[in-house]
């Protein structure tokens, strides 16, 4: 028979050496599992002569309850040295020097568009979206430019699917659009009179690829559709808006113009802001001797800034609920690029596209 004393003695030293909580669990297998000495001597317990049967099993149970509870504290103990290893393994020093991460900034272009946007939030316009991706009907024939315009060409418009050649028109084609104001008929159809909406965007045009040009640029569309607009608030909106813009009165004229979609229409020129409309070379440029006129104008004194005109009844008809003789409305696009331009003073609309950190980062943090 096996002495329980001596197993006992034998278990508490293992349990007691074991150092890991895995090396606990190998001991506590060997002493306390199924196959331990201990326990087989309590289950077979009958086998005994019966005048040990309880003395042998008082001892056992005794041992194996003074064993488990041993086992359990041992574990705890383990398994709370362990966990304070893990957490110091894991541990974050706050007090090292963080690494410094590169900040971006706002492109020229983008805070230009967000200066245009809060300019016309401000006089009460929303902001709206629309494809670039159009139907020759939202990008040619709502807007009255009708076929065999040269702006329906594939020379001029990059066409994404279904042009027509023979036919020269197919609604539903698709091209890439030519201009902003494709956003005006896609506001109408989503809102109803009065109808205030700025919509920037990018548009894209075939026969404005050579030195100075890109094929995609930047425009804003503004449009207001109301119960008796005319002309002069076209202009008032206008003048207000380039004040805003150039942060000073500075005079504006309308030139008449032809646009397929508004009627009348004009270009609007302003003020050069830089030579105040004399066409003279800043004192530096005439100092340096490099330049003799104005360099932002080129000596004209004014600035060619946007296309503009009153919604052409005809545009208006297209969409429910716009009657052209109850509603009028006036429309201008302005380029978003091009304003950067002006606003920046550098040369070339295509070095906003070229993404030379050199160039981007000069107007990190501008307004
Ligand atoms: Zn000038």
Not at 49 to 71: C, Q, T
Not at 298 to 308: F, L, V
């Amino acid at each position: 028979m096996p002495d329980i004393e001596q197993l006992t003695r034998d278990a508490r030293s293992d349990l007691e050496a074991a150092a890991t909580v895995a090396e606990l669990e190998a001991a506590k297998v060997a002493h306390l599992g199924r196959s331990a000495p201990l326990v087989l001597l309590l289950r077979d317990i009958r086998e005994l002569p019966p005048e040990d049967r309880g003395r042998v099993g008082k001892a056992g149970n005794v041992a194996r309850k003074e064993l488990e509870a041993l086992a359990a504290s041992r574990h705890d103990a383990l398994a709370a040295v362990e966990l304070d290893d893990r957490l110091r393994a894991d541990a974050i020093d706050v007090t090292l020097p963080a690494r410094s991460m590169p900040r971006g900034t706002l492109h020229p272009l983008t805070q230009t568009r967000r200066l245009l946007e809060d300019i016309f939030l401000g006089m009460g316009y929303d902001v709206v979206d629309a494809p670039e991706v159009e139907s020759e009907w939202y990008g040619f024939t709502a807007l009255n430019t009708p076929v065999g315009h040269p702006a329906r060409n594939p020379s001029d418009t990059f066409y994404v699917a279904g042009h027509d050649a023979d036919a020269g028109a197919n609604d539903d084609a698709l091209i890439l659009r030519t201009q902003t104001s494709t956003a005006q008929l896609r506001a109408m159809q989503l809102r109803k009179p009065p109808l205030y909406v700025v919509h920037p965007g990018r548009v894209y045009r075939r026969d404005d690829i050579d030195a100075t040009h890109s094929d995609m640029f930047h425009q804003m569309e503004a449009l207001a559709i109301d119960e008796g607009l005319t002309l002069a608030h076209l202009k008032g909106t206008i003048e207000s808006f380039l004040h805003r813009l150039f942060g000073e009165e500075l005079d504006v004229r309308l030139r008449t113009h032809f646009f397929p979609f508004t009627e009348p229409s004009v270009e609007a020129d302003v003020q050069c802001f830089s030579c105040r409309g004399t066409g003279d070379p800043s004192a530096e440029d005439a100092a340096s001797g490099a330049f003799d006129r104005c360099r932002v104008c080129r000596g004209e004194g004014w600035i060619e800034i946007m296309g503009a005109g009153m919604v052409d009844p005809n545009v208006l008809g297209v969409v429910d609920g716009y009657d052209p003789e109850r509603y009028s409305g006036f429309a201008f696009g302005i380029g978003i690029d091009r304003v950067a331009m002006l606003r920046h003073g550098f040369p070339d609309l295509r070095m906003l596209f070229q993404n030379d950190l050199r160039f981007v980062r000069q107007f990190a943090g501008r307004p």
